[in-house]
């Protein structure tokens, strides 16, 4: 038994290494089309002012920011008007009533995409920071990768307990499951996109029915992405961790909350997929242990190869402090996904930012 175990720790060691191998740097910065930055803002206090000044440093020439104002029951708005003065490349969007039918930040990326008239569009979370040239390098990536619709995972700060072990498991689970080979493959079943970072060519974006087509999306990034590949673009997911950064959750609750409501939606809510991911983080939770109960060559050797191939994927991600938590993340990733599988099938609400999604 311990063989086998030590077999399937050294497959998917060896698949993790292989796989980043094809996961697409940047490009070099080219000269921009108009291009807008739309982004979705409710209960944002936290993040403004560090998201005006990223982008303040980063749109360049044929950039406008739209930043849609989410109907924000804190200080977002009055720090949006400070910060953003009579700066002249940036527009603030009173948000409306979210109407029935639609979930928050889709509502809110519609309601920019029919503002904005520029021939892309970028769509940010608003806890994003950007680098310096980031935008020109993602335009210039999605050319080069000929595709209409472009995403990928950032660098993530880990403050919390809970986001070393669950946030950095976003890139775990890109590099274990996801062919990346094949992330151009015109098929919905290809899909991965993460939706911190989305460009978009407009005229595709308005063929696929762009946010609409997803009214009631709580993952709104891969559905998004599903509906490219539907009408038959290509998409891409790139390598965006150098040049952008994600500040996704500042308490242990928020983490957990903020996953429980997407990591099984993820999944389609297919029971059959989410038994899979179980067993395959189980298989992972269980090295340890059995290392310490049943020592030998073959329980030290799975543990090695496998924090090995969590070491790669941190590194490659810039995430720090994080990979050396992996046992424990493996054994969260299955109690949280064990939980949000529970909560389906009871068919609990979930509640975000102050709005309950059946």
């Not at 310096?132 to 995972?153: C, H, K, M, N, W």
């Not at 390598?239 to 957990?256: E, G, I, K, L």
């Amino acid at each position: 038994m311990m063989i086998f175990l030590f077999c399937i720790i050294a497959l998917i060691c060896l698949y993790t290494f292989i796989n980043l191998s094809f996961l697409p740097r940047l490009a070099d910065p080219v000269p921009l089309p108009s291009l807008a930055v739309c982004i979705p803002l409710r209960n944002e206090e936290r993040n403004v002012s560090k998201l005006i000044y990223s982008l303040k440093q980063a749109i360049t020439p044929n950039t406008h920011v739209y930043l849609y104002e989410d109907r924000s029951t804190d200080q977002t708005r009055p720090l949006l008007i400070q910060l953003v003065g009579q700066d002249s490349r940036f527009t603030i969007i009173d948000g409306l009533e979210l109407p029935s039918g639609w979930a928050g930040k889709v509502h809110a990326c519609h309601q920019l995409s029919r503002v904005a008239q520029e021939d892309y569009l970028l769509f940010l979370d608003a806890d994003i920071t950007l680098e310096v040239d980031t935008i020109p390098r993602l335009y210039a990536t999605l050319l080069q990768e000929r595709a209409v619709f472009l995403s990928g995972f950032p660098s993530f700060p880990v403050p919390t307990f809970l986001g070393k072990c669950l946030i950095p498991m976003q890139h775990v689970l890109i590099a274990q499951h996801l062919p990346i080979a094949f992330r151009k493959v015109r098929h919905p079943a290809f899909a991965a996109a993460n939706g911190m970072v989305v460009l978009v060519e407009r005229h595709a974006y308005e063929q696929v029915g762009g946010h609409q087509a997803i009214q009631l999306a709580l993952v709104d990034d891969l559905e998004l992405c599903r509906a490219f590949k539907k009408k038959g673009f290509t998409t891409t997911l790139v390598h965006v961790a150098p040049y952008v950064s994600c500040d996704m959750y500042a308490t242990n609750q928020d983490v957990w909350q903020g996953f429980l409501k997407n990591v099984f939606r993820g999944m389609n809510d297919s029971y059959l997929v989410g038994s899979y991911f179980l067993l395959f983080y189980l298989i992972q939770a269980a090295v340890l242990p059995l290392l310490i109960w049943s020592p030998s060559v073959w329980t030290a050797g799975a543990f090695v190869l496998m924090m090995l191939a969590r070491y790669q994927i941190d590194r490659n991600a810039q995430i720090v402090h994080a990979w050396f938590w992996h046992p424990v993340s493996a054994v969260l990733y299955v109690v949280l996904l064990a939980t949000a599988m529970i909560r389906r099938l009871k068919k609990r609400e979930i509640t975000w930012k102050g709005r309950t999604y059946s």
